[in-house]
């Protein structure tokens, strides 16, 4: 069964919606206990979504509105599709911060026929699945990298962001403690001592 995370201000829809998309083996997971951007990033890789439903008009709930919610989304996690509903399509599309493909008006919810939206769901997860499987192929080069200790720091983040999104969605398992440590860190760690061995010898003298 598809998994796909839905975030809304108001719950009135949420079992009606839950129970008509479970009929075509989609699991629709409400985000609940979030207040935050950040608090709902945490909820998305707790639940290993792979693309989620953002209301229009979130502010009964959140400080802040589902269009500027998806472009902060966009920005933290790149590859998840976000798909933003309204009752008001040209609302969203005048914000200019979603694609206008990916707003959706939300009467297709309530249409008899699901096909036309799980069609949407179904092919936004898929896109998931392909960037996730470019990740992984950028995380192995990445890692051989690091093993081989030849990674430049702007790499070694990207490793580490890489490292913590596969391993949310299964796609990597855990890695040595070694490769997790900051070999910046270890370098300026092995500069200090060589400085501390350096002054020590001067005194010495």
Request: proline residues 1%; negative net charge; aromatic residues 8%.
């Amino acid at each position: 069964m598809l998994k796909i995370g839905f975030i809304d201000d108001e719950k009135d829809m949420i079992e009606d919606y839950r129970a008509r998309l479970k009929r075509r083996d989609i699991d629709l997971i409400f985000a609940d206990n979030c207040e935050t951007k950040e608090d709902i990033v945490e909820w998305i890789l707790g639940n290993n979504l792979k693309c989620v439903l953002v209301d229009y008009k979130l502010t009964q709930v959140y400080n802040f509105m589902g269009t500027d919610l998806v472009a902060y989304l966009n920005a933290a996690l790149p590859d998840l599709s976000c798909i933003i509903l309204t009752n008001f399509p040209e609302e969203g599309i005048n914000d200019n911060l979603v694609l206008e493909r990916l707003i959706i008006d939300r009467n297709l919810l309530d249409q008899t026929s699901l096909d036309g939206f799980v069609n949407i769901v179904k092919q936004a997860i898929q896109v998931f699945d392909k960037r996730l499987a470019i990740r992984y192929e950028e995380f192995v080069k990445l890692k051989q990298k690091k093993e081989n200790d030849g990674i430049t720091a702007s790499e070694e983040e990207r490793f580490f962001t890489l490292y913590k999104i596969l391993r949310v969605y299964a796609e990597v398992d855990d890695i040595p403690t070694d490769l997790l440590k900051s070999s910046t860190n270890t370098k300026i760690d092995q500069l200090i001592q060589k400085l501390d061995s350096f002054i020590g010898k001067t005194e010495e003298i």
